[in-house]
């Protein structure tokens, strides 16, 4: 009874005295207000400027990390085909797929789908290392079109016709993939 009445007392006093919040020589002893956004602005990871880079890539200060499916020819009217423009922005810069490396931290791609509905014909490949981000403010959707027979619309281990068991990646290296932000 002793020990639990002293459990509730510490478990009290913790709830009510106000915690600050310290992390690299900042302090939070606030909730963040609203913010400036107006509700038509696009999503943050829109507009900002994409200045980041793959540190251990041979040629970090040309290769591209950031890639928006817009720049690579996608419509994203729910018309259009925009499978290859997708795969293409997932592709560019020599990335690690294809069976032709078992993995790779050198070739990140942060791979941005504005809103929209984005029709598919074929796998969407989501290469290692690669994040596929919708838009949090009005997520997009990947729609398969009425053609479509592969296993899956985001496909991470596609299979190898005429392979003999071949994999595009070891299958228990599945690590390094995200997908996040999108509707239905």
């Not at 880079?53 to 970090?60: H, K, L, Q, V």
């Not at 032709?100 to 290392?129: D, E, K, W």
Request: proline fraction near 7%.
């Amino acid at each position: 009874m002793l020990l639990s009445s002293l459990a509730s007392t510490i478990a009290a006093v913790i709830i009510s005295t106000p915690l600050l919040v310290k992390s690299l020589g900042t302090t939070c002893t606030a909730p963040l207000g609203a913010g400036t956004a107006a509700a038509a602005d696009p999503f943050w990871m829109q507009s900002i400027k994409h200045q980041g880079i793959a540190a251990f890539n041979p040629n970090p200060s040309t290769y591209q990390v950031f890639r928006n499916v817009m720049d690579f020819g996608a419509k994203g009217d729910g018309v259009t085909d925009d499978t290859a423009a997708i795969n293409a922005a997932i592709t560019a810069g020599n990335r690690c797929g294809g069976g032709s490396c078992p993995s790779s931290t050198t070739t990140p791609a942060v791979v941005f789908f504005p809103r929209g509905t984005y029709l598919v014909s074929h796998s969407i490949v989501a290469y290692y290392y690669t994040q596929l981000i919708g838009d949090a403010k009005s997520p997009p959707t990947l729609l398969a079109a009425a053609s479509f027979t592969d296993i899956a619309v985001i496909d991470v281990d596609p299979y190898t016709p005429g392979g003999g068991g071949a994999q595009w990646y070891t299958n228990q290296n599945n690590f390094f993939r995200s997908v996040r932000n999108f509707g239905n």
